[in-house]
């Protein structure tokens, strides 16, 4: 037996344009590098992917920076910019042990006043999407389709 609601309504998945935008709204105020070409390659790689699909890739780039900080084995001095009072001030970042400027350390070393994780990277994103699949594959669309043709109506 088959269960009617009112209306089975079928939403398309996002158009190229469509997920460069959703890239660029989910990560809102972050902190990051990329520029506008990258929104674009990430949206033309995540073809098939939905909207929430594109919401779960930006939370795990999101974590990266957070995953290189708890396993740097070496922090550097670097200036940054204090965003509540503008005033430049030192703090400690990741970096390679081969780094002129390396001291080495933990992140449980670093006085939390004076850790600094890197931005958001586009290689952030390009690992997130590599462990990320799509939730809807060609089947369920044809599937969806099918019931349309069978059981939806139009307008």
Not at 139 to 145: F, I, K, S, T, Y
């Amino acid at each position: 037996m088959r269960r009617r609601f009112e209306k089975r309504i079928y939403i398309a998945l996002p158009e190229v344009g469509a997920r460069a935008r959703i890239f660029e709204i989910h990560i809102g105020n972050t902190p990051h590098t990329l520029v506008r070409e990258n929104f674009k390659e990430l949206a033309e790689q995540t073809e098939g992917y939905s909207g929430s699909d594109i919401a779960v890739i930006v939370r795990d780039a999101l974590m990266q920076p957070v995953r290189k900080v708890q396993s740097a084995t070496h922090f550097k001095a670097v200036l940054h910019e204090d965003p509540e009072t503008h005033e430049m001030r030192e703090c400690l970042t990741p970096c390679s042990p081969g780094d002129p400027d390396a001291q080495p350390m933990t992140w449980e070393q670093v006085d939390g006043d004076r850790l600094l994780a890197p931005p958001v990277s586009y290689s952030d994103f390009l690992k997130a999407i590599r462990q990320t699949k799509p939730s809807v594959n060609q089947e369920d669309l044809e599937r969806q389709e099918q019931w349309t043709r069978e059981f939806g109506s139009e307008g």
